[in-house]
C-alpha cells in the first residue's frame, strides 16, 4: 500500500515520475505536471503535418492531410445543410510543439451530428519516456477534449480489438460500456457471378437505391440491438450516405419489406472494403443458398473483402465458417450517451410581457373616492 505522500501509478499508465495535478485549464485541454509544461491540445494545423513523422501516425497521413484541406470546406456545408460529412475532425496533444505526442481523429457519424465515432486513437513513443505523464494520460486528455468540442453529439461510439485490454480498460473509464462485439472475416468472392440458382417466389433481389432506403431503414431497426441503434441514431438519408454500390436488398414482395441487405460501406478496415450483412430476425432460414446468392451478387469481381457478424449470431457464424471464410480476429463496439446541462436563459423583455398579461388578472382593490377641494 503507497504511503499517504508517495505518488501512485495508474494501471494503464507508464512510469510517472510525479503526482499530476489538475487546474481550470485542465478543461481546455491542459495537464500539468510539476516537472513539465503543460500538455496543450489544439484541432490540427498545416504546419503540424511534416512533424507527425512517428511510427504510430505515418499509415494516417493521407487522412490527416484531406482533413486539413477540408476542414474549411466542411464547416460550410454542415452550417448551410445537413449532409455527409466530408472530412474528420483532427486534435493534437503536445508539450512542446515540435513534438507530438497524440492524436485523435473523430467523424460524425450522421447528417444531424448527433453520433460522432472516433476513427483512431494514437499516442507517439516519445509518452514512454520517463519524464512524460504516460501513454494512457496522453490519450485520456485527448477523448476528454474531443467530447465536449462535439457540441450537437448526443452519444459517441469507437471500436478496438477485442485483445486490447488495456484500450478497452481507457475507454470504459471514459464512459464508454460494450455494446456489441462482432467478428471479422475475410471474403474472397469468385470472379464472375455464377448462374442463379433460383429464389423463392415471393422474393426479389433489388439494388439499393433511395427509392428502396425506407426498407433498408426498417431492416436495419430490426436487426440492430435497441441500446446501439439508439447510440447510432441512423436514418434513411445516413445508411445512404454509408453504403456505394453493388448493394442490394432482398425483399418479400407479398409484405413489401425487406430480409436480408448486403451492402458496400465506404470505409475500408484492415486494408480491405467492407461489407454489411444484414440478415431479420425472423428470416433466419435464408441463411445457406438465398443468402449466398445475396452475397455472391453483390460482391462477385470486386476482389478480397471484410465482413463483420456478431458474435451472439452462432447460426450466421457457423455459415460462414463453413463456407471456408477467413475469419481475421473479433473487435468490440463501445458507445456512451453525452449529457449536457441545459442552463435555463431568461429573456428580460419577455419576463416584462408576462408580467403585464398576469397583472390584469391579479385582484384589485376598490379605488378611493378623490376629495373635493375648498
Request: glycine residues 6%; charged residues 20%; hydrophobic residues 40%.
Amino acid at each position: 500500500m503507497p504511503l499517504p505522500n508517495e505518488p501512485t501509478q495508474h494501471p494503464l499508465e507508464g512510469p510517472v515520475t510525479g503526482s499530476v495535478r489538475r487546474d481550470p485549464a485542465a478543461a481546455h485541454g491542459t495537464l500539468l505536471s510539476p516537472s513539465a509544461t503543460p500538455l496543450v491540445i489544439e484541432p490540427l494545423r498545416g504546419w503540424q503535418i511534416p512533424l507527425l513523422q512517428d511510427p504510430a501516425f505515418l499509415d494516417l497521413q493521407p487522412l490527416l492531410q484531406r482533413a486539413l484541406l477540408l476542414q474549411g470546406p466542411e464547416r460550410l456545408l454542415h452550417s448551410l445543410a445537413a449532409r455527409r460529412p466530408l472530412a474528420p475532425e483532427v486534435l493534437v496533444a503536445y508539450r512542446d510543439p515540435q513534438q507530438p505526442l497524440g492524436l485523435v481523429v473523430s467523424q460524425r457519424l450522421n447528417r444531424s451530428g448527433s453520433c460522432f465515432e472516433m476513427l483512431h486513437l494514437r499516442s507517439a513513443q516519445a509518452c514512454l519516456a520517463a519524464e512524460e505523464i504516460g501513454a494512457g494520460a496522453v490519450e485520456s486528455a485527448l477523448v476528454r477534449e474531443a467530447i465536449p468540442r462535439a457540441r450537437s453529439a448526443a452519444s459517441w461510439i469507437a471500436s478496438c480489438s477485442s485483445l486490447d485490454l488495456q484500450r478497452q480498460g481507457l475507454l470504459r473509464q471514459l464512459g464508454f460500456q460494450p455494446q456489441r462485439q462482432e467478428l471479422l472475416w475475410r471474403w474472397q468472392p469468385p470472379d464472375a457471378n455464377p448462374a442463379a440458382r433460383g429464389l423463392p417466389a415471393d422474393l426479389q433481389v433489388r439494388p439499393l437505391n433511395r427509392r428502396q432506403g425506407a426498407l433498408l431503414w426498417h431492416l436495419e431497426q430490426a436487426s440492430c440491438p435497441a441500446q446501439l441503434r439508439q447510440l447510432l441514431d441512423r436514418r434513411c438519408e445516413d445508411l445512404l450516405d454509408q453504403s456505394q454500390a453493388p448493394s442490394l436488398l432482398l425483399v418479400d414482395t407479398n409484405r413489401q419489406t425487406a430480409v436480408a441487405a448486403v451492402r458496400r460501406l465506404r470505409r475500408c478496415s484492415h486494408g480491405l472494403p467492407e461489407v454489411e450483412l444484414t440478415l431479420h430476425p425472423g428470416w433466419q432460414h435464408l441463411i445457406g443458398a438465398p443468402l449466398e446468392q445475396l452475397l455472391l451478387a453483390a460482391t462477385a469481381g470486386s476482389g478480397p473483402c471484410l465482413i463483420r457478424s456478431d458474435l451472439l449470431h452462432t447460426e450466421l457464424n457457423g455459415w460462414l465458417h463453413q463456407r471456408g471464410l477467413e475469419r481475421l480476429g473479433e473487435e468490440v463496439l463501445l458507445g456512451r450517451s453525452v449529457w449536457r446541462r441545459q442552463v435555463p436563459q431568461t429573456n428580460a423583455a419577455m419576463a416584462r410581457r408576462l408580467e403585464a398579461v398576469v397583472a390584469q388578472w391579479q385582484p384589485r382593490r376598490r379605488p378611493l373616492p378623490t376629495p373635493l377641494g375648498r
